[in-house]
């Protein structure tokens, strides 16, 4: 445990917890849950059904993979076996830990993306292998060039894990990058785990996703959220599709690992993919209302937005976050800085990885109105800002405040 990196959030999570000590009222952009108006609750079920049928677990969750590989079928064009390619996990964070508990030995070389997020470098650590960092680029539209990767990694490694639509810029992966990933998947025999957690498709729009490679069942599996694809909200449950001996040796972990879901989650979870197409709809006018918000009023101040449809979240440059900084961490000062005077809290680009200093990621789930709060206190402050933020002239002390 000791090896495991801590979480560079620390300091500033104590900062938030002091504002909230303070009665301040904080707005929190850092949550990218799903509102209750959007999802689908526990509460909400139950509040339109009178009796549940009489079905064993077991039961309903052949019942929800057959639903599940229905809707890939129509929604990506990939046909899965509802037995034996589709895997409900509790958790798509406790999923990648025993993937790589599965297939991964004591020293195993694990390649993932720098930005990424913190959880998989902690996962590969928690399985006692060695996470090795591969970069992405901003000018590369943060797409992996896997021609790229060191030849001596490429013999070592045994696993690779991606993250797209890209957690926590945003970027898409387009079918020709896939075909690329799968094809140096099988060169060097390795897995290959795509963690799309985040996925969100808009309505009316079809997403490129791993497993429509022709070959990517060979050496393959992604992982899902149902929160973000079915609107499932309150509970952390996903499940994997791909390779059959992959999920066989992940469902064997998770016997030992994790206990069994209880049936009322699989007659929520059935509710909610019955209805995705509704959920879509909902989802996709909430998200492209708040990212049209705040990407105006962003870019009007001076930020740099990246805006993704598929996602839930901005990919944010300030203007005022020096990149090169000395000690590398202005994304989270400039983060403290906002929380202390304004209240508003956004994840500094640092947390995912050194490629992701200067830049923060805001979610765009909260209702507008406090989104509008949000960018209302972030104008009025602006000026402090651009007062700590400007460059300093050639030869003054630089000071060490905030």
């Known amino acids: 445990m000791h090896q495991i990196p801590p979480f560079e959030f620390t300091e500033f999570e104590k900062r938030y917890r002091f504002s909230k000590r303070r009665e301040v009222e904080i707005i929190d952009l850092t949550d990218i849950s799903l509102p209750a108006e959007v999802s689908i609750t526990l509460e909400s079920y139950l509040q339109t059904v009178s009796s549940l049928p009489a079905k064993s677990p077991k039961e309903l969750e052949a019942e929800l993979c057959q639903r599940i590989s229905e809707i890939f079928l129509k929604l990506f064009r990939v046909r899965l076996?509802?037995?034996?390619?589709?895997?409900?996990?509790?958790?798509?964070?406790?999923?990648?830990?025993?993937?790589?508990?599965?297939?991964?030995?004591?020293?195993?070389?694990?390649?993932?993306?720098?930005?990424?997020?913190?959880?998989?470098r902690s996962a590969v650590m928690l399985s006692q292998g060695k996470p090795e960092s591969l970069p992405v680029f901003e000018r590369n539209d943060y797409l992996l060039n896997c021609e790229s990767i060191n030849a001596g990694l490429s013999k070592k490694a045994k696993m690779m894990v991606l993250c797209y639509p890209h957690n926590p810029t945003?970027?898409?992966?387009?079918?020709?990058?896939?075909?690329?990933?799968?094809d140096y998947a099988l060169l060097q025999n390795i897995i290959l785990i795509n963690d799309s957690f985040f996925l969100c498709p808009p309505e009316g729009r079809r997403v490129p996703t791993l497993l429509q490679c022709r070959r990517a069942k060979k050496v393959a599996v992604e992982l899902y959220s149902f929160e973000y694809l079915f609107g499932l909200s309150g509970w952390e449950v996903g499940f994997v599709v791909g390779n059959r001996e992959i999920i066989a040796g992940l469902r064997e972990t998770l016997l030992?690992?994790?206990?069994?879901?209880?049936?009322?989650?699989?007659?929520?979870?059935?509710?909610?993919?019955?209805?995705?197409?509704?959920?879509?709809?909902?989802?996709?006018?909430?998200?492209?209302?708040?990212?049209?918000?705040?990407?105006?009023?962003?870019?009007?101040?001076?930020?740099?937005?990246?805006?993704?449809?598929?996602?839930?979240?901005?990919?944010?440059?300030?203007?005022?976050?020096?990149?090169?900084?000395?000690?590398?961490?202005?994304?989270?000062?400039?983060?403290?800085?906002?929380?202390?005077?304004?209240?508003?809290?956004?994840?500094?680009?640092i947390v995912f990885g050194e490629n992701g200093e200067g830049f923060v990621r805001i979610s765009i789930t909260p209702p507008e109105e406090k989104l509008t709060e949000a960018l209302k206190r972030i104008r009025e402050h602006s000026h402090l800002w651009q007062k700590r933020y400007r460059p300093r002239r050639k030869g003054l002390k630089e000071k060490d405040g905030e």
Request: hydrophobic share 40%; charged share 20%; aromatic share 10%.
């Open 81 to 120: 076996n509802p037995s034996k390619e589709i895997l409900i996990v509790p958790g798509v964070r406790t999923a990648l830990v025993n993937l790589m508990t599965s297939f991964l030995n004591l020293g195993d070389l694990c390649l993932i993306l720098d930005p990424s997020p913190p959880y998989h």
């Open 256 to 349: 030992w690992a994790s206990p069994r879901l209880p049936a009322i989650f699989y007659h929520v979870a059935l509710s909610a993919v019955s209805d995705y197409e509704e959920f879509q709809s909902r989802l996709t006018s909430h998200l492209d209302r708040n990212r049209n918000l705040m990407t105006e009023d962003l870019t009007e101040m001076g930020w740099e937005v990246r805006r993704s449809h598929e996602v839930p979240f901005l990919w944010v440059k300030p203007p005022f976050v020096v990149k090169k900084d000395p000690a590398g961490k202005s994304s989270v000062r400039f983060s403290r800085m906002l929380l202390r005077r304004s209240g508003v809290r956004v994840l500094p680009g």
């Open 170 to 182: 945003g970027a898409i992966a387009d079918a020709s990058f896939y075909r690329e990933a799968v």
